[in-house]
């Protein structure tokens, strides 16, 4: 396990020696050539565009005679190629090769003549669902399972991969957005435990679906809770009054410094501009509204929080104004959604993730994440995060940054299993705290690139408050 910049291999451990490792990750396992060094000079493609190694280094296609002169779109000509073997090399004339897309097709294939219904649906989601059968695998095609699918609108675990693009909804996710942070002013763990309980009676009354999904005390006067949903974090924040005075206690309430604020927002009330009247009195929407607009502020939209069977008014109201003043002093309030990150993720992408953590939306920080360096399940194995913390403590690269101060790594469950689900989970980064900003400034212009574990590294600055709160 080895970084590779450029020509230098920069190895794990104080042994400095990167070829005798006992374990190797997940991508790597079968992925060795004849010396048994890892591979980086040729990629693969997992649609079979790359080289195979099994004989002697040459392409997956066997370079007898029916291989030897390819056309690639002209005529009686090999576009610039020398030999079956120089194809993939610098000797090609690229500006001869008809581009996959032009290219004609000798004949048309059933993949080219979708069912009814399916006709959006790309090939790609149709191989994925097991419905349709797979080049070189013919199997007869159930006509009447994909009408019924097409006709009742039902969706299964095995049909919703056809129409549903999971993409931006669980890229748009994140955990931060679901946690607050508590610091009680005056309060010991017991008061601390009994306004945990409070708050989860208080969210079940909110409503059925939500729920408090973990609670943990970082210090005996500071708690940690996450939430179900981001809606029901926003109501609770908003309501912090109302459980104060339930609880008699008094809070500090925090988000953690990686909550982001969503340009656009699938629920209304998660919005960055909503604001939340505090310690209202006794009221209605239509009173609170005009008294809103004598004092000059008009609202897009406005809802009182209410709490149970009785529809106990909580003394918040959230409001989307149209025009709002800091001056407003008539009133108590917050932003609850307020953050000084912001993000867009109506055109998130994955293939985005790296131009997006290199811009300086944050301040620096002593503490950068890495990303896309190991496989989330590899991080099971004991002895691979030994060594993958060793590599981050002692080798050459790291260490020429700057002094670091310490390394974490978040480990699965033994369920983990790599999906859409388990993104927000955080598994697979790397967390390091340099001495430093400095130290973190030059590893950031550094390591965003490079090659480690024969992966490309993505590199962000990290909130130190969230790090130094194990809120990772």
């Known amino acids: ?21 006992s374990y190797r990750s997940r991508d790597n396992r079968a992925n060795r050539n004849s010396s048994g060094s890892r591979y980086q000079e040729r990629q693969s493609s997992r649609y079979g565009g790359g080289t195979s190694y099994r004989n002697g280094g040459g392409g997956r296609f066997r370079s ?8 690639f779109g002209s005529t009686g000509s090999n576009v610039g190629i020398n030999s079956a073997n120089d194809w993939n090399t610098a000797n090609v004339n690229w500006s001869m090769v008809v581009p996959l897309g032009e290219r004609k097709r000798l004949r048309p294939t059933l993949w080219d003549r979708p069912p009814k219904g399916f006709e959006n649906v790309p090939a790609e989601r149709a191989k994925l669902s097991g419905l349709f059968p797979l080049p070189g695998q013919p199997q007869d095609l159930d006509h009447s399972k994909l009408d019924g699918i097409v006709s009742s609108g039902v969706l299964t675990r095995r049909t919703r991969i056809l129409f549903e693009d999971p993409t931006r909804v669980n890229m748009s996710k994140t955990k931060y957005n679901q946690i607050l942070i508590l610091t009680s002013v005056g309060s010991g763990k017991t008061e601390m435990e009994r ?7 208080f969210v079940s009354l909110v409503g ?16 940690l809770l996450h939430f179900s949903s981001e809606e029901i974090t926003t109501i609770v924040l908003s309501c912090q009054k109302y459980i104060e005075a339930k609880t008699g206690s008094k809070f500090i309430w925090q988000r953690p410094g990686e909550c982001v604020r969503k340009a656009e927002h699938e629920e209304a009330i998660c919005e960055g ?21 004598e004092d000059g502020i008009e609202v897009n939209w406005l809802k009182l929080i209410t709490v ?8 918040t109201a959230l409001i989307d104004p149209i025009t709002w003043k800091i001056e407003n002093s008539k009133y108590k309030w917050i932003r609850p959604n307020d953050s000084k990150l912001h993000q867009t993720f109506t055109e998130l992408t994955f293939q985005q993730l790296p131009q997006l953590v290199a811009q300086q939306d944050r301040g620096p920080s002593k503490v950068i994440m890495l990303l896309n360096c190991v496989d989330g399940k590899d991080l099971k194995n004991e002895d691979f995060v030994k060594e993958l913390y060793d590599c981050m403590t002692k080798s050459s690269m790291m260490s020429s940054f700057g002094e670091i101060e310490s390394v974490k790594i978040p480990k699965p469950g033994a369920d983990y299993r790599t999906s859409f689900e388990t993104i927000q989970e955080g598994i697979g980064k790397i967390f390091v705290k340099f001495q430093n900003v400095d130290s973190a400034r030059t590893a950031m212009q550094k390591l965003p690139g490079s090659q480690f574990n024969d992966r490309t590294v993505i590199c962000s600055y990290f909130s130190e408050r969230d790090y130094n709160m194990d809120i990772l």
């Not at 396990?1 to 990167?18: D, I, T």
């Not at 306004?195 to 009676?201: G, H, L, R, T």
């Not at 059925?208 to 005996?220: C, G, I, M, P």
């Open 195 to 201: 306004a945990q309980n409070y708050i989860k009676d």
């Open 273 to 293: 501009q909503v604001v939340a009247l505090l310690d209202l009195g006794p009221t209605d929407e239509e009173s609170l509204k005009n008294s809103l607009a």
């Open 308 to 315: 149970g069977p009785s529809q106990e008014f909580t003394g």
């Open 1 to 21: 396990m080895s970084f590779n910049g450029g020509n230098r291999r920069f190895p794990a451990g104080p042994a400095e020696n990167f070829e005798n490792k």
């Open 64 to 71: 007898d005679a029916r291989y030897d002169n390819r056309n």
């Open 208 to 223: 059925e679906v939500h729920n408090v999904k973990d609670a943990r005390f970082l210090q005996d006067n500071r708690l």
